[in-house]
């Protein structure tokens, strides 16, 4: 019967370690944010023309996240090592190839291997890779020949349940972590602003003439004025180069549109709460949504917030909504890739005060706000209703782990 040397032992536990933390971590921030997931894996669809599998990318996005997150668990708690190994490693050639397709052909911007958390570019992606391959491919060669462990079934499906929990809570309500602009605490104004002296960047112009009488194609300096002499040269093209990139604010795109024009000032200068409900297409809008703006717009009324509708449908589908609702409910529209970073659901609530974001909720986490509740202000009743969603997630997550921990203990002692 083999039997690995020492040597062996450390060199796979050592891989083992090192594949299993970057897939659970690649896993995980894909996973906690399914709804930014499921949006790259639409750009992707289009890019390789693959747009029926649309209708399926937020449950694909779940499952390639929780496979992910599971192989790394698996990996680390040395669990069916020579499936797994087997599996990592066609993962790893699998995503390499395409990767080096992506790097040459560049059909997105970034590939959202790190979701949100960790923005790499396209060939950054593909030298990743070629550096975790090689692992694969030792880590398989190390644990083929190793004696196999018996069991583990059932730990290995608590694991997978555990791996998909983040993605389904994202999904269902929104995501444990954001990793995007619009996070609570922020304040937009202040994250739009360029601070005092910022870097405006360099930037190099290069013009491309042709001379008329020799048809010769010389580029110049733009302080070059031999060009400007419109008798001998012919303009082609001109060529813009990045030299010192210029300072990005955190927030450059929130706009917000009413029939009048640009609202934007209007809604972050508004004193009091500005209940913003997000809602990707009127007509998704349903009875318990409308009674939830309803109330909001009375409870606004009592307090001196303001109420506001943001969606990506004509200003004119809101009308009936408007009505349905109540007095004092105004429709805007925003860029829809701006609502999907604003809030991470097709419905929800954004709390504004100051500009500030208070607090973001689902819609179907939504509390039905009532007017006896102005005294204590709308920031408890929304918090209130967060703080007891969070700690079911607790509950269930740490009951998960227990049985885990448990599990695992159990299984070792027999």
Not at 45 to 67: E, M, P, Q, R, T
């Amino acid at each position: 019967m083999y039997r690995p040397s020492r040597k062996t032992e450390i060199a796979e536990a050592a891989l083992r370690i090192i594949l299993g933390a970057v897939f659970v971590f690649s896993g995980f921030v894909k996973g906690v944010d399914p709804w930014g997931t499921a949006i790259k894996l639409g750009e992707y669809f289009s890019a390789f023309h693959l747009g029926w599998l649309n209708g399926a990318k937020y449950v694909l996005s779940v499952i390639l996240s929780a496979a992910e997150t599971g192989l790394g668990l698996m990996l680390i708690f040395r669990l069916k090592m020579k499936s797994v190994s087997f599996l990592v490693l066609l993962f790893m050639i699998f995503f390499t190839l395409l990767t080096l397709g992506i790097a040459l052909t560049n059909p997105v911007a970034d590939c959202g291997c790190f979701g949100d958390a960790v923005k790499l570019t396209n060939w950054q992606t593909f030298y990743k890779n070629l550096v975790l391959l090689p692992l694969a491919l030792l880590l398989w060669l190390a644990v083929r020949r190793m004696p196999a462990r018996p069991g583990g079934n059932g730990f290995v499906f608590l694991l997978l349940l555990l791996a998909a929990a983040p993605g389904v809570w994202g999904l269902y309500h929104l995501p444990l972590i954001d990793f995007l602009p619009y996070r609570e605490g922020v304040n937009i104004r202040q994250s739009m602003e360029l601070p005092e002296g910022a870097d405006a960047g360099e930037y190099r112009t290069t013009l491309i003439y042709k001379d008329k009488s020799t048809g010769e194609v010389r580029e110049f300096e733009v302080a070059d004025t031999t060009w400007q002499d419109e008798t001998r040269w012919e303009f082609v093209d001109s060529r813009s180069e990045e030299i010192r990139p210029a300072y990005v604010p955190a927030i450059s795109d929130f706009n917000v549109f009413d029939a009048a024009g640009d609202a934007t000032s209007r809604i972050l200068g508004s004193e009091g709460d500005v209940y913003l409900f997000v809602i990707d297409r009127i007509e998704e809008a349903d009875a318990e949504d409308v009674g939830k703006i309803r109330g909001a717009a009375a409870f606004a009324a009592r307090t001196g917030g303001t109420v506001a509708v943001l969606t990506v449908s004509p200003l004119a589908e809101c009308r009936t909504l408007e009505r349905e609702a109540g007095s004092g409910i105004v429709c805007y529209n925003m860029d829809g890739t701006t609502l999907k970073t604003l809030l991470r659901a097709h419905k929800g609530l954004v709390l504004l005060n100051g500009g500030t974001i208070v607090a973001k909720r689902n819609m179907r986490d939504v509390p039905l706000l009532e007017v006896s509740d102005a005294a204590s202000g709308v920031a408890w009743a929304v918090g209130e209703n967060r703080r007891r969603t969070e700690q079911n997630a607790v509950i269930v997550f740490a009951a998960l782990a227990v049985v885990l921990l448990s599990y695992r203990f159990l299984c070792g002692r027999r």
